[in-house]
Structures are given as structure tokens and as C-alpha cells.
T-cell receptor, first 113, second 110 residues
């Protein structure tokens, strides 16, 4: 399977703990996006990378959130001091430069107790 | 900024047609349509890039009226596999992020 992969698929954590998610985009896709989706809503943009450069960051992304994409390959999204309001599905997508379609991964469902 | 979709939910019998509308208060330069089944990732359906453009494959097509800042998705002779939540999205000018509508839940019954 050469699609976008995300790990873990599910994460349950206690409030105040740190969590890290990983996204492996389709190989050779320069662009990588992170979105958050809550029940009954469309995905909300969090941040975007072109290669290793983080080019855009949503105001939704508080200081507790950080994302990296070392070497322009996989990406990680870390949430520090998790809050119950962070519970959501975190989706990763990738696309090649100059191509508008974004290919989504299966997501990581985070539950903060 | 978020596109507005209507209706919020549709229930059909297999073989019936449906129209899902997407409108924006901001200028629409392109419209993206995705379908998401419960517990799965959104799957790309199509992009409309120019005003007046229409696209389609199988029995799913879409139109884009740039002047009215609207797009519509047409599903004809619906199949059970069409069930899911449909999202339209717009690209923010000068940026790469997609801003999605709130979704339209489509249920197809046999």
C-alpha cells in the first residue's frame, strides 16, 4: 500500500500527558498537511509543510502543538500537556507540488481522559 | 471563511438522485469535493478550477459558478456505495490550506 499512513491509529491519554503522532506521506510528495476533525465537522487546517519547511500554521495551533518534518519525509505532530478539548481525529494529507488534490491518511483518533 | 453546504443531511432510496450545494461568502478560486465514510479518511472526488467548469465521473458530477461563488455536486441513480459525508472545500488564495464546509451526510437505503 503506497498511500498516506499514520501511526498510531488510536491514542488514549490522560489530561496533561504529551502525545506524538507520525505521518508518512506518499513518497515524492513535497507537500504535507495536518488537519483536525471533530465529530460532525469538516477537517480543520492545522499546518502545512513544503519539503522540510513549515510554511503555514493555523491560529488553532496553540503553543502546545508543534509539528516537524525533518528531511522532508515523514512528519510528527506533538501535543504537550493535552486537554480534553484536544480529543479529535488528526488527519494527515500529502500532495505533489503543482497538483491540487490532497491524499488523506486514515487518521489518528485521540481521546483525552 | 468556511463554505456553507446544504442540505445538512439527505436520505435517499437506491436509484434516486441528489444535489449537494456549496456556497461561499468569499471568492471561490477552486472547489474541491471529498467523500468520507464513517471512520475512514476523506477521499478525493474532483476539483473544479475555473468558473463554469463541470466535471464528472461515473454518475457523480459537479458544476462551479464562480460568479455566484457556488458549486453543486450531482449524484444520479445513487448506489449504496455513495453513502457517506460529502465535503466541499476551498483553497485560500495565496495559501495552500483547504477550508472545508461542515459536510452533507448522505444515506442511501436499498
Amino acid at each position: 500500500d503506497t498511500g498516506v499512513s499514520q501511526n498510531p491509529r488510536h491514542k488514549i491519554t490522560k489530561r496533561g500527558q504529551n502525545v506524538t503522532f507520525r505521518c508518512d506521506p506518499i513518497s515524492e510528495h513535497n507537500r504535507l498537511y495536518w488537519y483536525r476533525q471533530t465529530l460532525g465537522q469538516g477537517p480543520e487546517f492545522l499546518t502545512y509543510f513544503q519539503n522540510e519547511a513549515q510554511l503555514e500554521k493555523s491560529r488553532l495551533l496553540s503553543d502546545r502543538f508543534s509539528a516537524e518534518r525533518p528531511k522532508g519525509s515523514f512528519s510528527t505532530l506533538e501535543i504537550q500537556r493535552t486537554e480534553q478539548g484536544d480529543s479529535a481525529m488528526y488527519l494527515c494529507a500529502s500532495s505533489p507540488v503543482g497538483y491540487n488534490e490532497q491524499f488523506f491518511g486514515p487518521g489518528t483518533r485521540l481521546t483525552v481522559l | 471563511q468556511q463554505p456553507v453546504q446544504s442540505p445538512q443531511a439527505v436520505i435517499l432510496r437506491e436509484g434516486e438522485d441528489a444535489v449537494i450545494n456549496c456556497s461561499s461568502s468569499k471568492a471561490l478560486y477552486s472547489v474541491h469535493w471529498y467523500r468520507q465514510k464513517h471512520g475512514e479518511a476523506p477521499v478525493f472526488l474532483m476539483i473544479l478550477l475555473k468558473g463554469g467548469e463541470q466535471k464528472g465521473h461515473d454518475k457523480i458530477s459537479a458544476s462551479f459558478n464562480e460568479k455566484k461563488q457556488q458549486s453543486s455536486l450531482y449524484l444520479t441513480a445513487s448506489q449504496l456505495s455513495y453513502s457517506g459525508t460529502y465535503f466541499c472545500g476551498r483553497i485560500i488564495q495565496g495559501a495552500q490550506k483547504l477550508v472545508f464546509g461542515q459536510g452533507t451526510r448522505l444515506t442511501i437505503n436499498p
